[in-house]
């Protein structure tokens, strides 16, 4: 249990389906992101919200969009997917302005496009 | 472009010790991580360096040299529960994170 929660764990979708991924951290801390993770693939980087502020987003396709109402939680809003954006989708939080900057995950949404 | 290099797969015996190896180019350098990932779970953090030299943390070891651009994660007396992907990232000049596609452990009994 690192203090981040996420929900769904899994979810399938059509393509033409909109659904929401919700990230919840219970750590305090003051970011908050968004990974893509696929098979034997490095860890990409979609969009990183810092005091509620959205600052990175990596070039990531406009059906996704993310929200950050506050600073313990993060959605990332789906709308016609892909089949390639089958992946695990990992939320993480961290404490910017401190010493090592460690990241805390949650558990991730496995992601499914039909 | 950004670059971690590690390797893909390494398997070890119950009770030994593994190394496992990371290179990174990088535009800049705050700090090195390493994360321990079970299958189906979540990446959780075992270690930062932003120093060289060596930081031990129980069975668990991290070197870095700046310098050589390299890390290398140590660890001693392996039990089966270490099976795991052990995941590399660097924190860049903008304090991003570039990550390596990760080390899968296989522990042999």
């Known amino acids: 249990e690192t203090g981040v929660t996420q929900t769904p764990r899994h979810l399938v979708m059509g393509m033409t389906n909109k659904k929401s991924l919700k990230c919840e951290q219970h750590l305090g801390h003051n970011a908050m992101y968004w990974y893509k993770q696929s098979a034997k693939k490095p860890l990409e980087l979609m969009f990183v919200?810092?005091?509620?502020?959205?600052?990175e987003n990596n070039s990531v396709p406009s059906r996704f969009s993310p929200e950050c109402p506050n600073s313990s939680h993060l959605f990332l809003h789906l709308h016609t997917l892909q089949p390639e954006d089958s992946a695990l989708y990992l939320c993480?939080?961290?404490?910017?302005?401190?010493?090592?900057?460690?990241?805390?995950f949650g558990p991730g949404t496995r992601l499914t496009v039909t | 472009g950004q670059n971690i290099d590690q390797p893909t797969e390494m398997t070890a015996t119950e009770g030994a010790i593994v190394q496992i190896n990371c290179t990174y180019q990088?535009?800049?350098?705050?700090?090195l991580f390493w994360y321990q990932q079970h299958a189906g779970e979540a990446p959780t953090f075992l270690s930062y360096n932003v120093l060289d030299g060596l930081e031990e943390k129980g069975r668990f070891s991290s070197f870095l040299s700046r310098s050589k651009g390299y890390s290398y994660l140590l660890l001693k007396e392996l039990q089966m529960k270490d099976s795991a992907s052990y995941l590399c990232?660097?924190?860049?000049?903008?304090?991003?994170?570039?990550w390596g596609a990760g080390t899968k452990l296989i522990i042999k009994p």
């Open positions: 919200y810092n005091f509620k502020e959205q600052t």
């Open positions: 990232a660097v924190r860049d000049e903008n304090y991003q994170l570039i």
């Open positions: 993480a939080s961290s404490q910017e302005g401190g010493t090592s900057h460690e990241q805390y």
């Open positions: 990088t535009s800049g350098f705050n700090g």
